[in-house]
């Protein structure tokens, strides 16, 4: 496996990136990586590049065409788990292809995260991104009210699904049917699952309440499972 590593747009110049000192530290002292040694350069956002180590930089050797992206952008609205359960959607959502992550507080949400969360969820998503060979890194918006974040959806009128338990609602499944939108969103509850008004505000809001089977899944398994669907219907049918 080639190493991968994500380079910002500053980082980049004349065919060259100019490493930083924690990269560098990295390729040299833990990869113990040696001038001419190539690794995967990705800008996080479409691009990569094969790239080879000279000392304290990288030249830029060729683009790559990969295809590790989803056709479909989905933005999951999750309503912030306890302690670090966020942490545990983040990770295996990134793998799966999610493209944007919107956490929300709700009215059962329990954490009440600091600002300085949303820098550790971005690396935390960039380090997925880099493990799963992707070429985007998925961004996280700073946290919402469930309140504010309908408000925003009504305003973009963006396909959206709210994942609901206990209403006989129809399987997320039956509304996955290729070609997928261009972009669509999921929403999943925290442990004590959404209030009924917040459920009648989000069909308000445009999103449809939907099933992910008969058992009730953990806060943290559920975001995971909805996209899992997602990747499978988008791949399961597109070409090599
Ligand atoms: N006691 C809560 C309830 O009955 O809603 C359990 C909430 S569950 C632990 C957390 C969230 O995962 C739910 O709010 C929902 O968004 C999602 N979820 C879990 N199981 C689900 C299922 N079978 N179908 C749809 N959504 C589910």
Redo the contacts with the bound molecule.
């Keep these: 496996m080639v190493y991968r590593l994500v380079v910002s747009p500053e980082q980049l110049s004349n065919g060259r990136i100019q490493l930083t000192t924690d990269q560098c530290h990295y390729l040299k002292r833990v990869l113990r990586f040696e001038d001419g040694d190539r690794f995967v350069a990705m800008d996080g956002n479409g691009q990569t590049w094969l790239a080879q180590l000279d000392q304290d930089q990288a030249s830029l050797l060729n683009l790559l065409t990969e295809s590790g992206e989803l056709s479909t952008q989905v933005t999951l609205l999750v309503?912030l788990p306890k302690g670090s359960g966020f942490e545990e959607i983040i990770r295996p959502c990134t793998e799966l292809g999610v493209s944007h992550f919107m956490p929300v507080i709700s009215d059962r949400t329990l954490l009440k995260p600091s600002p300085q969360k949303l820098e550790r969820w971005q690396r935390i998503a960039q380090e997925a991104a880099e493990q799963s060979e992707r070429q985007r890194v998925p961004t996280i918006s700073p946290t919402l009210t469930f309140a504010e974040a309908l408000i925003k959806l009504k305003d973009s009128g963006q396909i959206g699904y709210?994942?609901?338990?206990?209403r006989n609602?129809p399987s997320?499944l039956s509304y996955l049917s290729t070609p997928l939108p261009e972009t669509l969103l999921i929403?999943?509850?925290?442990?004590?699952?959404?209030t009924d008004a917040e459920i009648e505000q989000a069909i308000a809001a445009g999103l449809t309440p939907?099933?992910?089977?008969?058992?009730?899944?953990?806060?943290i398994?559920?975001p995971t499972v909805a996209l899992a669907l997602v990747a499978a219907v988008a791949e399961a049918y597109s070409s090599p």
């Design positions: 309503a709210i994942c609901v338990t206990r609602s997320f929403a999943t509850g925290p442990e004590g699952g959404w939907v099933s992910l089977g008969n058992r009730i899944l953990r806060a398994t559920a």
